[in-house]
T-cell receptor, first 114, second 110 residues
Framework: DTEVTQTPKHLVMGMTNKKSLKCEQH?????MYWYKQKAKKPPELMFV???????INESVPSRFSPECPNSSLLNLHLHALQPEDSALYLC?????????????FGSGTRLTVV | EDQVTQSPEALRLQEGESSSLNCSYT??????LFWYRQDPGKGPEFLFT???AGEEKEKERLKATLTKKESFLHITAPKPEDSATYLC???????????FGTGTSLTVIP
């Protein structure tokens, strides 16, 4: 069992749809992250929130829109995605600066864009 | 430029056949080096953090070591359930983000 919960586990969406990915943690971590992972590749950083403020945006296209409503929740809003956006989307959390245990990852959302 | 390279890309072992995975890194001041295990379709699971050259950590059949340029993950007498992708990540003193290596896919054959 993971302490970072992501929903849904699987999502299939069309290129004109709007959907959201959700992530929740109750470990008291104040940094949260979105990663994208393609098959047989390492996770790629998308966004970093520190104390609920966006601190890093790794030049991600605007069709991905992150939101951090409070210290426990992180959303990723999706709109007008392309088939090449299909991937495993991972949420992670940590103490700001990484902490001794690095990041705690969720199990991910498998996204397929059709 | 900060960089992490893992080798080999894939490794097949017989059950009980010990081996080592390598993580070479270049970073402007290391804050920490992290090892993760990732099963297919799942998020990475934390294994170890190493902070300084000479440090070693152990957990069951796994032992991680660190030098100034690389880290090794030694697997002693592996079992089929050790099959997974092992990811190395480094964190620089400046900045918050991790730099992941491309991983080593380990398969242990019964």
């Amino acid at each position: 069992d993971t302490e970072v919960t992501q929903t849904p586990k699987h999502l299939v969406m069309g290129m004109t749809n709007k959907k959201s990915l959700k992530c929740e943690q109750h470990m008291g971590h104040r940094a949260m992250y979105w990663y994208k992972q393609k098959a047989k590749k390492p996770p790629e950083l998308m966004f970093v929130y520190s104390y609920e403020k966006l601190s890093i945006n790794e030049s991600v296209p605007s069709r991905f829109s992150p939101e951090c409503p409070n210290s426990s929740l992180l959303n990723l809003h999706l709109h007008a995605l392309q088939p090449e956006d299909s991937a495993l989307y991972l949420c992670a959390s940590s103490q700001p600066g990484g902490g001794s245990y690095g990041y705690t990852f969720g199990s991910g959302t498998r996204l397929t864009v059709v | 430029e900060d960089q992490v390279t893992q080798s080999p890309e894939a490794l097949r072992l017989q059950e009980g056949e010990s081996s080592s995975l390598n993580c070479s890194y270049t970073v402007s001041g290391l804050r920490g080096l992290f090892w993760y295990r990732q099963d297919p379709g799942k998020g990475p699971e934390f294994l170890f953090t190493l902070y300084s050259a000479g440090e070693e950590k152990e957990k069951e059949r796994l032992k991680a070591t660190l030098t100034k340029k690389e880290s090794f993950l030694h697997i002693t007498a592996p079992k089929p359930e050790d099959s997974a992708t092992y990811l190395c990540a480094v964190q620089a003193r400046t900045g918050n983000q991790f730099y992941f290596g491309t991983g080593t896919s380990l398969t242990v054959i019964p």
